[in-house]
């Protein structure tokens, strides 16, 4: 079980109409929408890891403080939410060097784990893997292997993969139907399809493939509250707020349905960690 730590305006989808200049004027939901997720974790008795861009962790240590006392995995989603296609590998450094001290500093835990925002790594930039074996990651969960107009690396492995630069990438998970891979991680395609349906598709995973499953969504996810931006386009708009309304009731019964823990300890060996 994953949670991607960041609110409603940090989206890649409101990215052209939201000057990150602009955020720190904007109401923030992202500690309210974080601690809901924390009680109902608890009281589903799981673990998550917790992918937290460092520009949260410095303006609510006591969140992250929290997530780590309550024996959750707090792991890099970068400090800026910056798609790393878009940065130099300098300034990709800076980023994610800068995040992961924050998330240390604040938590007192080695980080572990990297994600990507809206997993921008592929072929043009794959030199992220050195600089995240630099900084002393140990794996990312950074690719989505499907077709995507934001991202999206359809030939890249399905399954967990030690890469040559030395670090464990964990794809988000997919299933294959028609020698296509169809997306069943969580995030907007979880929202956009009945439960029924994307419970069939993660049973079929599990059954298929033998691997283990990893789950990722945001606690804006759960905010039908959240403000709208009203000069966003259709498309980011529909996107974005597809019943959100219905998602705390269904992410409530994938808590319930299945066992859930850190990525940390599904996937990595006492070695790796």
Known sequence: M???VEDYF????????IDPNNWESLPCRVEQNTYRLLELFEQNNVKSTFFT??????RYPNLIADIVKQGHELASHGTSHRRATEMSRAEFFSDVERSKKILEDVSGEAIAGYRAPS?????SNTWIYDVLVELGFKYSSSTYPIE???????????FKNLRPEGIIEIPIPTIQKNNTNKGIGGGGYFRLYPYWMSK??????????QQPYSFYFHPWEIDAEQPRIANASYKSKLRHY???????????????????STMK?????NEDK
């Open 10 to 17: 940090h989206v890649s989808a409101f990215e052209k109409v």
């Open 265 to 269: 300890d599904v996937y990595l060996t």
């Open 53 to 58: 861009l460092g520009w949260v962790a410095e």
């Open 242 to 260: 597809i019943n959100l309304s219905r998602m705390e009731a269904k992410i409530v019964r994938l808590l319930k349905d299945y066992q859930w």
């Open 200 to 209: 069939k598709r993660i049973d079929n995973y599990l059954q298929q493939e």
């Open 2 to 4: 994953t949670v991607d």
């Open 119 to 123: 997993f921008s790594v592929n072929d």
């Open 148 to 158: 995507h107009d934001l991202y999206g690396v359809p030939e890249w492995p399905r």
